[in-house]
């Protein structure tokens, strides 16, 4: 590619909001196979709402309530943030926590009020040994809908189910539809509840999920997707997805997202919208093909 090829697609790419860091991606993303994209703050909007709190027996939703998002604040995970949020909503005072701890892609816990709370995915009250009862088929369906749900337990015994949704960033759907016609493979990959992920991935359009995902193994579910050696661009905007983002052939973050993701990316996109990322692809193709 000469110099000034570069240059030109470069400005172009900067006209729609596509900041290309490194000059080299532009002729990188012409390898480039498979997108593999986060889902939370990329895919969708990245601010959860509660939607549902459903209760065990015995048990009342102003004190679950308050008790759960007592813990939550001590987190800012943004499903905390969406729990914090609908509790004061409710006009409910939050009691002091103490000894929180953040359990890394499974939940949090801490004392209230002389009880042990602890809230999260299922995987972690399994790892606790709590007995969901009825409360995992409610859970399972609200899964099913595209809702993450989260458990609660108070002294060992389960309280509550409650669901956030996060919903896609409206023009989600259209970009992964423009990625498939360009003859890519898409995936996502994520964090969050497999029943989950797989709803919204088939909201989006996306037909393959690497999910519950730990922020430790993100590269390894990007190398798992290149099992024939293809070469993969990663989509992301956390803190979680700095690794992946230096990981892979190309990676892409969304300006509005963290700091550490833009420093480790090769693309930027300025907007959250991922149709930037087909731009860059386009873009790329252009610059290519003058070249030769
Ligand atoms: P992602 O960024 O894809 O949501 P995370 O690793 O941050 O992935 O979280 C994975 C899962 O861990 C969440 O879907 C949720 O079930 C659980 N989790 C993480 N943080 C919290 C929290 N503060 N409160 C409750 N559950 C949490
Ligand atoms: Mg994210």
Do not use: C, W
Not at 77 to 85: S, T
Not at 151 to 175: C, E, H, M, N, Q
Request: charged content about 25%; proline content about 3%.
């Amino acid at each position: 590619a000469t110099p000034t090829s570069i240059m030109v697609g470069t400005g172009r790419a900067a006209e729609l909001g596509v900041l290309f860091r490194k000059g080299d991606a532009l002729q990188a993303l012409q390898g480039v196979q498979v997108v593999a994209l986060d889902k939370t703050g990329t895919l969708t909007q990245g601010r959860p709402e509660l939607t549902d709190l459903r209760l065990a027996d015995g048990f009342e939703r102003a004190q679950v309530l308050a008790l759960v998002a007592a813990v939550e604040r001590g987190s800012e995970h943004p499903i905390a943030e969406a729990i914090v949020r609908a509790a004061k909503a409710e006009g409910l005072d939050l009691p002091r926590a103490e000894g929180f701890a953040s359990l890394t892609g499974h939940g949090v816990q801490a004392e209230v009020e002389g009880r042990r709370v602890l809230v999260g995915a299922d995987r972690l009250m399994a790892r606790e040994g709590i007995d969901l009862g009825d409360l995992a088929q409610v859970g399972e369906e609200l899964a099913g809908e595209g809702r993450t749900p989260l458990y609660a337990a108070i002294d060992g015994r389960a309280a509550a189910v409650i669901a956030v949704a996060d919903p896609l960033k409206p023009t989600s759907r259209d970009a992964i539809a423009a990625l498939h016609r360009l003859g890519l493979e898409v995936a996502m990959i994520t964090g969050d509840n497999r029943a989950t992920a797989q709803a919204i991935a088939r909201q989006v359009g996306i037909d393959h999920v690497e999910a519950e995902v730990l922020p430790e193994g993100k590269v390894a579910a990007l190398e798992a997707l290149r099992a024939g050696g293809q070469k993969l661009a990663f989509v992301g905007d956390g803190i979680n997805d700095a690794p992946a983002l230096a990981h892979a052939d190309v990676g892409i973050a969304i300006g509005t997202g963290t700091d550490v993701a833009i420093e480790a990316a090769d693309v930027v996109l300025m907007s959250g919208d991922l149709r930037g990322v087909v731009n860059a692809f386009e873009i790329s193709a252009a610059t290519m093909r003058n070249i030769r």
